[in-house]
């Protein structure tokens, strides 16, 4: 499956904004797929997970309450929409694929998306 991520951009501090992450490939809908961001500096994190029905999520404790990870599998995409930024936020963020529901760490997760850059002012 390949994994395109969209939707960032600059905002400021308490606004929200949702990432896109589009995948090709007729079997989108069999994978797990997941939210990482990576700061500057900083080793890429976990944000979220959806399995592949959509019924199950995970989320980083730093995120939880203020971002929702969703997934559309007709349209073969997954969301997140990200309310109440802090600049903490700021960061390039990936999705990404495993065939595993559950997992945080970034070695279970077996396609990437390119990233896209999410700069939250403050």
């Known amino acids: 499956v390949q994994l395109q991520a969209s939707g960032g951009g600059l905002v400021q501090a308490g606004d929200s904004l949702r990432l896109s992450c589009a995948a090709s490939?007729?079997?989108?809908?069999?994978?797990?797929l997941g939210w990482f961001r990576q700061a500057p500096g900083k080793e890429r994190e976990f944000v979220a997970t959806?399995?592949?029905?959509?019924?199950?999520?995970t989320y980083a404790d730093s995120v939880k309450g203020r971002f929702t990870i969703s997934r559309d599998n007709a349209k073969n995409t997954v969301y997140l929409q990200m309310n109440s930024l802090k600049p903490e936020d700021t960061a390039v963020y990936y999705c990404?694929?495993?065939?595993?529901?559950?997992?945080?760490?970034?070695?279970?997760?077996?396609?990437w998306g390119q990233g896209t850059q999410v700069t939250v002012s403050s």
């Open positions: 490939g007729r079997t989108f809908s069999s994978y797990a």
């Open positions: 990404a694929a495993s065939s595993t529901y559950g997992y945080r760490h970034d070695t279970r997760y077996g396609y």
């Open positions: 959806i399995s592949w029905s959509g019924s199950s999520t």
